[in-house]
Structure formats: C-alpha cells, structure tokens
C-alpha cells in the first residue's frame, strides 16, 4: 500500500510502483501529518532479503546518508516548521542493485526520548 498508520501518524509515499531501466533516475515522494516529527528515514528491502536496509534520513532540512548509498542516492526535503512534512528519495539507477521495496518512516528523534523517559 502507499499509505501506513501506526501510532495516528500516517505516512503517504508514491509512486507505489515503477518501473525503469540504468541510466535513468526514480524520485520517490514521502509525506506525513505529524508537524512535530522532524526526521524523515529510508530504507530499502531487496528482493529475498526479509531486512531492511537503512539508506539515511533526514533531518530537518539535513540529510545522512549511509556510505553504501551515497553514490546513487539522494534524499531531499525540508522538515523545519510546523506544516505537513514532505522529503523525497532519488535513486540513479545503475543496476539491477537498485531493484527493491523503499520504505519512508517518520520519527520524532530527540522529543519522543524526552516524552517518552
């Protein structure tokens, strides 16, 4: 499905689907409707594999990356503010590496912990 909910936030990605060949580059849109949940995670699941991978997140308008990724993914988006949050993962696809299921997350980082101790 391109929609969750879990603990009342619910969290929109698109395309569901695509599909595309090397050389070209996917865009993958996220969004959710927690104004306070300021990091935006990526992970990606390969084909036979029951694990996902952390690709990187962002936070607020900053983005990690894990070194594996870092050559043909790129994660956008600004999280500041208090409106509904939206980031995107771009994949340059070289191979068929790529070919897997990407998952977007929200989190509220720092302010559950302090909530939640």
């Known amino acids: 499905p391109d ?3 879990f603990l009342g936030v619910e ?9 595309t060949k090397p050389g070209e580059e996917v865009q993958i849109f996220c969004s959710h409707n927690k104004t306070d949940y300021f990091q935006m995670l990526w992970y990606q699941r390969s084909p036979g594999e ?6 990187g997140y962002l936070y607020h308008n900053s983005p990690t990356m894990e070194e ?4 043909n ?10 409106s509904k949050k939206n980031g995107s993962l771009k ?6 590496e790529q070919g897997a299921v990407y998952y977007c ?7 559950c912990s302090f ?3």
Not at 73 to 80: A, H, Q, S, T, V
Not at 91 to 96: A, K
Request: net charge neutral; glycine share 6%.
């Open 3 to 5: 929609e969750w909910k």
């Open 11 to 19: 969290v929109h990605q698109s395309p569901s689907d695509f599909l």
């Open 50 to 55: 029951t694990a996902m991978k952390l690709i």
């Open 68 to 71: 594996q990724y870092k050559d």
């Open 73 to 82: 993914f790129n994660i956008i988006g600004d999280l500041r503010g208090s």
């Open 91 to 96: 994949i340059q696809v070289v191979g068929p």
């Open 105 to 111: 997350a929200a989190s509220c980082f720092s302010v």
């Open 115 to 117: 909530i939640y101790n």
